[in-house]
Every structure is written in structure tokens, then in C-alpha cells.
């Protein structure tokens, strides 16, 4: 079967860190670009980070440059998303993504174009 899924999120402090992480099963892992994108109620859907398999290249928002690093393992079919310093806007559903690795990272998380695969989403919440 082919899918996405997401864990890791939960409740954290403002401050407070958490990984995601995304798993993929039933298809070719490091043939896909794999970003992470988020939505909150009433705004348009953001990528938030971005990471690609040719090279490892990698796509960060400003809103969350400095304070979350993504990475990948092949070997697990795995993407994670380290969040430090975590903040209260930061508090919504994280969706991973994956799409064909011709597809740089920066297209994925700025024009979000048609994603192959899509994951169902963890819920990060940050209190103060």
C-alpha cells in the first residue's frame, strides 16, 4: 500500500522542541522530493521545509528558518522535521508530502504543485 504517515507531533511549551517524523511504504523512497507543509485555519496551505533526494538540498520558510532542520534517511524511509524553539503560531496540522525528485525543492514549497503522495497529518500544539 502505497503511503505517507506522519507522527511525532503533541503538546509542547512555547520554547519547547519536537521531531516529526514521515514514513513512506510502497514506492521508491529516494525517487521523491519530500516536503513538510502545514495550514492554519483561514490561511493558504505552506511549506514549511523541503528536502530532496538527488542532493540533499534543502528549502526552509523564512518563518521557520533557524529554528527547524529536516533531514532524511533512505535507508528507513523516513524525512524528519527537528522543531526548536517552537512557537505558539507554530500550532497546527503538519502534513508530509512527496513528489517526483525532478521537482526541486524550492518549486515543492513555493508553487506546491500537484504532490504525488500525501500524508494525513500530526497536530503540533505549542502553549504558552
Known amino acids: 500500500q502505497l503511503q505517507l504517515v506522519e507522527s511525532g507531533g503533541g503538546l509542547v511549551r512555547t520554547g519547547g522542541s519536537l521531531r516529526l517524523s514521515c514514513a513512506a511504504s510502497?514506492?521508491?523512497?529516494?525517487?521523491?522530493?519530500i516536503g513538510w507543509f502545514r495550514q492554519a485555519p483561514g490561511k493558504e496551505r505552506e511549506g514549511v521545509s523541503c528536502?530532496?533526494?538527488?542532493?540533499?538540498?534543502?528549502y526552509y520558510a523564512d518563518s521557520v528558518k533557524g529554528r527547524f532542520t529536516i533531514s532524511r534517511d533512505n535507508a528507513k524511509n523516513t524525512v524528519y522535521l527537528q522543531m526548536n524553539s517552537l512557537k505558539r503560531e507554530d500550532t497546527v496540522d503538519y502534513y508530509c508530502?512527496?513528489?517526483?525528485?525532478?521537482?526541486?525543492?524550492?518549486?515543492?514549497?513555493?508553487?506546491?504543485?500537484?504532490?504525488?503522495?500525501w500524508g494525513k497529518g500530526t497536530l503540533v500544539t505549542v502553549s504558552s
Open positions: 510502497g514506492f521508491t523512497f529516494d525517487y521523491y522530493t
Open positions: 528536502i530532496s533526494s538527488r542532493d540533499g538540498s534543502t
Open positions: 508530502a512527496a513528489v517526483h525528485r525532478n521537482t526541486t525543492v524550492q518549486h515543492m514549497c513555493v508553487a506546491l504543485p500537484g504532490m504525488d503522495y
